[in-house]
Structures are given as C-alpha cells and as structure tokens.
C-alpha cells in the first residue's frame, strides 16, 4: 500500500510569486490535514478535510493560502502571493473514516521544503 | 485549546544508553496522545499513541511512554539506544473526541543525537 505522497519535495521561489503544492493520502482515508513548519518552530495544524469539505481550517495563517480537494481525493495548496515568512515545511497527513478508531492515527507524507526568496 | 512542551531541544547520548525524552501537555479537555519520529529526510512516523487503557504503551523500535494523568506528562523512553534512533521526535495530542475532528498539536521536537 503507498503512502501519503508529497510534491515538489523542494520548492525554491521568488517572494510575490505562487506555489502549488500537492498531496496524495492513502488511498480510501476520507481525513486529510494540512500542517506546517517553519523553522526553529512546532510543526502547526493548518486545515483539515473531510473528504471534499473543509472540516476545519482554523490554522489557516491568511486568504494568501487556498487549499481545495477535488473529489475527495489528492489535495491542492496554492500560496499567492509567497511572502518570506511562508518558507518552511508543509507536510500532509491523512487518515481512515472518522467513523473507525483508527481514524486518530495520521499518516504523514515526506513533506514538502518551500523557500521563498 | 491544548499545549504541548518538550523540555529538551537536544539531547546527545551513547550507544547503548537509555534516554528519555520529556512530555508535558496542557489540556482543559481528554485528549489522546502521540509520539512521532522523523529520520532525516522522512517524513514522520508514528512511534506510540495512548488513546486509553493501560497507562504504559509500547510502540515500534523498542519505544515505550507512560502517560501519568496527573503530571499532564507523556514521556518517552528507551533503555538501550542505537545508531540508528537517530532522529528528532515529536510528542502531539489531540482532543479526544472525533467530533470535534483530531488535529495534532505538537511539540516543539527533541533532536536526539546517538553517539557511537
């Protein structure tokens, strides 16, 4: 069974302008997150989905940052524009049915590096 | 809102030594509790988790945790380290309740350094 896949797993980009970055979970996990790290700091929640729907998106740190998931399957995270402070790591995790007990357990991908120069 | 603090950002030790890596949490509500490991250049992989139960988990890789409810503590241990534990390791809760969705909120990682 594959993991949560990540891309790019780097990603070097000029400050005002736009990165995409994609997640693929587990194939069949209904629950997908978003987290970030910037360095020297905790990795933090940005939002989660519930299949198609945002079910949380409280972490969310302004409207630069647009996440969608068409279809309940991979997901989309556009920054427009980049500014310097978003550099960090942003990793994906994802996890089965809210419904099983399992659902607790978040199966992260690699992550993705994003500098903005 | 939950809190977590890893009391140490570093910690070096021998081959063969134990180590314990320290856990505090803040919490007005139950919450469920993790250990994560990221080696470099992986992504994180869960090591233990205490959702109920028996107040000692055992996880992979010889890891263990034992949760005390009245210290908010969740510490990781391991009695004898290898070359290869190293990595850094995040300790993370969650709120207790699928209804309310079971984001992590994680600590700030304790960078474990095992020399030969």
């Known amino acids: 069974e594959a993991g949560v896949t990540q891309f790019p797993s780097h990603s070097v980009i000029e400050k005002g302008q736009t990165v995409t970055l994609r997640c693929d979970p587990i194939?069949?996990?209904?629950?997908l997150y978003w987290y970030r790290r910037v360095m020297g700091k905790e990795i933090k929640f940005l939002l989660h989905?519930?299949?198609?729907?945002?079910?949380?998106e409280s972490g969310m740190p302004n409207n630069r940052f647009l996440a969608e998931r068409t279809g309940g399957t991979y997901s989309t995270l556009k920054v427009q524009p980049a500014e310097l402070e978003d550099s960090g790591v942003y990793f994906c995790?994802?996890?089965?049915?809210?419904?099983?007990?399992?659902?607790?357990?978040?199966?992260f991908g690699p992550g993705t590096r994003l500098t903005v120069t | 809102a939950q809190s977590v603090t890893q009391l140490d950002s570093q910690v070096p030790v021998f081959e063969e030594a134990p180590v314990e890596l320290r856990c505090n949490y803040s919490?007005?509500?139950?919450?469920?509790l993790f250990w994560y490991v990221q080696y470099p250049n992986q992504g994180l992989q869960l090591l233990l988790k205490?959702?109920?139960?028996?107040?000692l988990v055992k996880g992979i890789n010889g890891f263990e945790a034992e949760f005390n409810k009245s210290q908010t503590s969740f510490h990781l241990r391991k009695p004898s380290v290898h070359i290869s534990d190293t990595a850094e390791y995040f300790c993370?809760?969650?709120?207790?309740?699928?209804?309310?969705?079971?984001?992590?909120?994680f600590g700030g990682g304790t960078r474990v350094l095992v020399k030969p």
């Open positions: 993370a809760v969650t709120r207790a309740s699928r209804a309310a969705g079971n984001k992590l909120t």
């Open positions: 919490s007005s509500v139950s919450v469920y």
């Open positions: 995790a994802s996890s089965s049915s809210p419904q099983r007990q399992s659902s607790y357990e978040q199966y």
């Open positions: 205490y959702l109920s139960g028996s107040t």
């Open positions: 194939s069949g996990h209904d629950n």
């Open positions: 989905f519930v299949k198609e729907s945002k079910q949380d």
